[in-house]
């Protein structure tokens, strides 16, 4: 098997909590607590679940915007999470990041080319103004803007003009992976869909591995080869895309999948309505982190958390359901398939 392009292994991210301006730690925010997953060149893995249950952190650590508190970040078989800065600069190349909001993203007091050239002054990949030019009026070209706009200020362009231009920056680098931080979530409808399909078309070109990270599953379904679902800093499902959708095996991921829109008008869909509220982070509860609200809980899930495993090849689910009998386990057979209705 070839090395992948990304391993995380038992990834955390814990921030401390202070009393006070001065004060010292009274606790911890576990916003990441031990997930580990791999992502192949030229693969989408779409990281999803509901806000604040550490998705962008997972992008932010991978790229080393600040330090993890635990496991490991490899990238091409090549350790990163520990490497100095000075050694890890060459290497930053390789990752480039698509930010969410397409307004703040961008230096209002630079130019289009300004800012797509800096990224290939920085790491040295133009021989000389000539060759810089014309990557600049290429990255234009990829993403689909006129070249003439390169002396226009971000200001002047729309929402998704603005996110063309951030994806035409992460490019700039010449990088193998781009994460994508909620990319089209701040986008209209439309827009959304034009930017996926960019999206699409640049990895079928460049060979780009994608970490798509969102809440949005109707546009995770359309582009992904493999989905992971987070809830509350871990891991609780990873499985290819055609495979999650058809058959959930953990009970959040059926709840996250119950309430996407059914694309055919007249269809029906068994709607799960999860109670409570999403506990705090900085005191998960015991066992499963979501017996609290799940509707199939027993007595195991409340004192004994849950490993991801394989429950079918290239499915992996943390869910103590699935050492239960058939019968017993409302997650098993033909349920998750009923559930999507003819997706």
């Known amino acids: 098997m070839s090395t992948p392009l990304l391993e995380v292994n038992d990834l955390k991210k814990h921030f401390p909590v202070r009393a006070g301006f001065l004060g010292g730690i009274t606790g911890y925010v576990y916003a990441v607590d031990g997930i580990s997953f791999s992502i192949a060149k030229g693969e989408t893995l779409s990281l999803v679940g509901e806000s604040g249950c550490g998705k ?17 970040v490899t990238l091409d078989g090549t350790r990163i999470d520990d490497m100095p800065a000075s050694t890890l600069r060459p290497l930053r190349r390789r990752m480039q990041v698509v930010f969410q909001d397409p307004y703040s993203s961008l230096n209002p007091r630079m130019r289009v080319r300004d800012i797509l050239a800096e990224p290939i002054r920085n790491f040295g990949l133009a ?15 990829r993403v689909r803007l006129p070249r003439d ?3 226009r200020w971000p200001h002047e362009f729309s929402g998704g003009q603005r996110q063309r231009i951030g994806i035409a920056r992460a490019l ?18 439309s827009v959304k869909a034009q930017i996926v399909n960019l999206l699409q078309d640049l990895q079928k070109d460049l060979g780009l591995a994608l ?5 949005d599953l109707a546009i995770v379904e359309h582009m992904t080869h493999r989905v992971a679902v987070m809830y509350l800093g871990k ?5 290819p895309k055609r495979e999650l959708f058809a058959a959930p095996k953990h009970p959040y991921t059926e709840a996250l999948l119950s309430a996407v829109p059914v694309p055919e008008p007249g269809a029906q869909r068994e709607r799960v309505i999860l109670k409570g509220d999403v506990p705090s982070p900085i005191n998960p509860p015991k066992g499963c982190r979501f017996h609290t609200r799940c509707p199939y809980a ?21 869910c103590h359901l699935h050492d239960r009998p058939a019968a017993e386990n409302p997650l098993a057979g033909a349920k998750g398939a009923a559930l999507i209705a003819k997706h």
């Open 56 to 72: 962008s952190t997972v992008g932010k650590a991978i790229l080393r915007l600040f330090d993890i508190t635990g496991g490991q």
């Open 127 to 141: 021989k000389d103004a000539a060759d810089l030019e014309k990557r600049v009026g290429d990255l234009m070209d």
């Open 149 to 151: 706009a390169v002396g």
């Open 172 to 189: 700039a680098a010449e990088p193998d992976l781009i994460i994508c931080d909620e990319a089209v979530s701040a986008l209209d409808v």
């Open 211 to 215: 970490l798509f990270i969102s809440h």
């Open 235 to 239: 891991i609780v499902e990873v499985a």
């Open 298 to 318: 027993f007595d195991r899930c409340r004192v004994d958390e849950p490993a991801l495993r394989q429950t079918d090849p290239g499915h992996w689910s943390a």
